[in-house]
């Protein structure tokens, strides 16, 4: 065993899930989550984000391959893996009539731990949900709910911790009160794997990422190295004369005619120290070329996935 | 063995059945009071004595399986199926715990509740029809294998169910009538004798007649018989459930 499995928390080896209908979800998906990382597994709608969870926490068996988690495989050793895992779904499933405070006491206990109400109050209490501990679910809102889900969660004191789009639907104060906590229990030493289809946030968060697309797992790599190759900037410059076509004297930049010839756009690397937009800009009027409008935009994770779909080796580092 | 996921399980649908006192508890009690003046008081009155029991005593016992098996399988069935439908069942999935762990904490619930709800029907009894009961250890053992049995009958309702109608077909299409039809209002020596034999079919005659035997001593069918049944049909039910959690069947995709 090399030191890097190990350090793995999560072995996943060879999982393939194709669903009844025919559908294959997850094609022979191979990664390894390092112990007391935050790993962000990123991912379109349907891309296998959600079956590749629930095959690790035991809401889906796999077609084929494996899956240990903290040492024990998710299938023949299924009580000791899944009391290891907590799991916060991304719909907001809840038990309507029940109590905050009776749901986490539930969750504990069907993971098979004794009562402890000082942890619940602490769990409670860092999710501001400690006020609302008698209060019914059906009373509270979308974003207190999901408060709920995180702490029914966290209630069993796991060291892997599944958060499945947990920003979907939380307003900026739940996001960064949530961002503050899975800092602190990955600084206590919990294992944190979510699935985001904000870039921003795994930005923020993960130490490393994944991203997985029509069910293969086509990068894995840490957040920086890949951050360079996604943090591609644009700059739409719109011309007061539309154009046929891209003069010659403007090859040295990575340009685009669109919206029938009235706006130029350029690609560029924030990542670089010379943009080259001053260079460009000086270029256009060299060649007496006008504009009216400039307007420099991120592209969105999901331009970045249909890249990866169309030219998955322009990323593959 | 998860005992903690047990009780945690057996505790939630208990405080359910608490919640919803008066659907789960008060109702079915009225119902069968309803029974009782009306068949035991009413017209029972006007009815000769069947084995030398008064009528409205000898309806005591199929009245009470009566509500003991439709409770049994709605209050199971509802039980398994609400996590399903409101998608916490994620949580059960996700859990450390063993399809018989969940078993005890669902079944465990549902036929404590009937049972409580069986007790509670004969005490009402007891206020309008004067009985004694013959074998009271057997009486307690029928009523909580009936429980149990029909418990898991829900359960696998419960899971085979994917909408509120399913959900209602087989306890108000197949059980009720097959209860109606089991003797709870007359002696099956009291049909032709074709009809005897189409009958021993139904497997609630085998119930009611053992309760019956349990209450007075008397019986259509050797209680030995009844209670072989009785556990055969457990027996099904255990192994069904028990492929259901094997292969996932409505479960996990």
Redesign the interface.
Known sequence: MTDQTSAAIVRIRGVNKTYASGFQALKDVNLDIKRGEIFALLGPNGAGKTTLISIICGIVNASSGTVIADGHDTLRDYRAARASIGLVPQELHTDAFESVWSTMSFSRGLFGKAPNPAHLEKVLRDLSLWDKRDAKIMTLSGGMKRRVLIAKALAHEPRILFLDEPSAGVDVELRHDMWRMVRELRANGTTIILTTHYIEEAEDMADRIGVINKGELIIVEDKKVLMRKLGKKQLAITLRQPMRSIPDALDDWSLELTEGGHTLVYSFDTQKEETGIAALLRALGEHGIDFKDLRSSESSLEDIFVSLVHQPNEVTV | M?L??I???Y??EM??TF?TVMQSIAAPVLTTSLYFIVFGKAIGSRMGDIDNISYGAFIIPGLVMLSLLSESISNASFGIYMPKW???I?????????WIEVLIGYVGAAATKSVMLGLLIMGTARLFVPYEIAHPFWLIAILLLTAVTFSLFGFIIGLWADNFQKLQVVPLLIVTPLTFLGGAFYSINMLPPLWQKITLFNPVVYLISGFRWAFYGMADVHIGVSVGVTLGFLLICLTFVWWVFNT?YKL??
């Open positions: 998860n903690h996921g009780r945690a399980i505790r939630f405080a359910r919640r409101a998608g916490t994620y949580e059960l999935l996700s859990a450390p715990v063993s996932g996990r995709s």
